[in-house]
């Protein structure tokens, strides 16, 4: 069985990019396909296998500018070639499930959203104060079109899985379709190394997160620039420069550090703050695994990877809803266990995610032809 691995884009090493790795483990003769490819910063398990990619990957200075080239992305993917392949394997949060499947093939796609830009999240990404008006002007004439898209590409994918209900409810009303739920590996060995007693010593609050506009960093600012306690910010992204230009004198962004240094500053850390409404959210895991509380949102994939044990809870997306959870975080402190945030963490291995994968993988390639587009959801 020839298999095709398919990823939206190979830029960064992120959340979505460790999915595919885990994908990839299982499947070390597959191809990999992919609109563009930088690269140096993924592991071997993606790079030391054949990487094709789109026409895109021929314009110059695309790693840096590839956002701007969204309306081509539909007809980058479609030209892929996966002629001779039986098992198309979609890592997908843009457009990589919009893949041309080969006559004969199945597909199987893991979703990590559906294109969240131009669906519910349009506002973070085109709104007035997040791009200019030429950008929002033309995010406003490509939307229909690439919703239109989004629907009609959906009908070639044989099995949905999500990474978590938050999506598979999105995949249900934006594609008419019905998704397993799969919660993605979250690799927490390394965080999990530290003795729990050891925790928190570091005093300040930790935000961790690609800086996009949906994560929302501006409201973790804006609170702690009330608070006057210290903020540390790991990441980078688009919103790195605008950001930093607003950055309180008790906040610090150290932008991306080594997986060893992140897992001593989530063990040092009084508690992860989560502003976004994430689909899935790995870094609220992460602190678990490090034995740390979170202060979260009360929204979205958060729901379903934190407990009342592990995190304290805040209902608005504002700075002043965050800034009464943190300090009615002093309290609340005081009861948090260490150990039950680690064993919360514990349910998400990459072992679990593995197996369910290739189960998910054999009952779609014993079904009939007709009968694999059909198949009913099951339950996670």
Not at 41 to 57: A, D, M, Y
Not at 60 to 69: A, C, D, K
Not at 75 to 88: K, P
Not at 115 to 139: E, L
Request: aromatic fraction near 12%; include cysteine.
């Amino acid at each position: 069985m020839r298999v095709a691995l398919v990823h939206d884009w190979l830029v960064t090493y992120r959340g979505g990019e460790k999915v595919l790795a885990a994908i990839a483990e299982l499947y070390p003769g597959a191809d990999l396909f992919t609109l563009i490819h930088k690269s140096g910063p993924f592991p071997k398990v993606l790079e030391n296998r054949p990487i094709h990619t789109s026409f895109l990957q021929r314009v110059p200075g695309i790693n840096r500018r590839y956002r701007y080239f969204l309306p081509f992305f539909p007809a980058a993917v479609e030209a892929l070639d996966l002629r001779g392949f039986d098992l198309v394997i979609s890592s997908s949060h843009c457009v990589a499930k919009g893949i041309r499947k080969p006559e004969g093939a199945r597909h199987l796609s893991y979703v990590h959203a559906p294109m969240r830009y131009m669906w519910d999240r349009f506002d973070d990404y085109f709104g007035k104060s997040r791009a200019s008006w030429p950008t929002r002007a033309a995010a406003h004439i490509v939307r229909p079109g690439l919703q239109f898209w989004d629907r009609r590409s959906s009908k070639g994918v044989d099995r949905f899985l999500a990474n978590s209900r938050y999506v598979a409810d999105k995949i249900d009303r934006y594609y008419g379709r019905e998704a397993f739920v799969l919660p993605p590996p979250v690799e927490l060995e390394r965080f999990a190394r530290a003795p729990l007693e050891e925790g928190g010593k570091g005093g300040y609050f930790l935000w961790v997160g690609a800086l996009a506009p949906y994560k929302r960093l501006d409201i973790a600012l804006e609170a702690f620039r009330e608070l006057k306690l210290p903020l540390w910010v790991v990441g980078s992204g688009q919103e790195e420069a605008r950001l930093r230009a607003e950055l309180p004198p008790n906040a610090k962004m150290i932008g991306q550090i080594s997986d060893e240094e992140l897992s001593r500053v989530y063990q040092d850390a009084r508690a992860l703050v989560f502003t976004a409404n994430e689909d899935f959210g790995i870094a609220p895991l992460e602190a678990q695994a490090a034995g740390r509380p979170v202060i979260a949102l009360r929204r979205g994939g958060a729901l379903e990877t934190l407990t009342s044990a592990t995190a304290l809870f805040f209902d608005e997306q504002t700075p002043q809803a965050l800034e009464a959870a943190v300090i009615a975080f002093d309290r609340w402190e005081r009861d948090f266990q260490p150990a039950a945030a680690r064993a919360q963490a514990s349910r998400f291995t990459k072992e679990a995610f593995q197996s369910c994968f290739l189960e998910q993988v054999r009952q779609l390639m014993s079904l009939p032809g007709p009968q694999a587009q059909t198949a009913p959801r099951a339950t996670a």
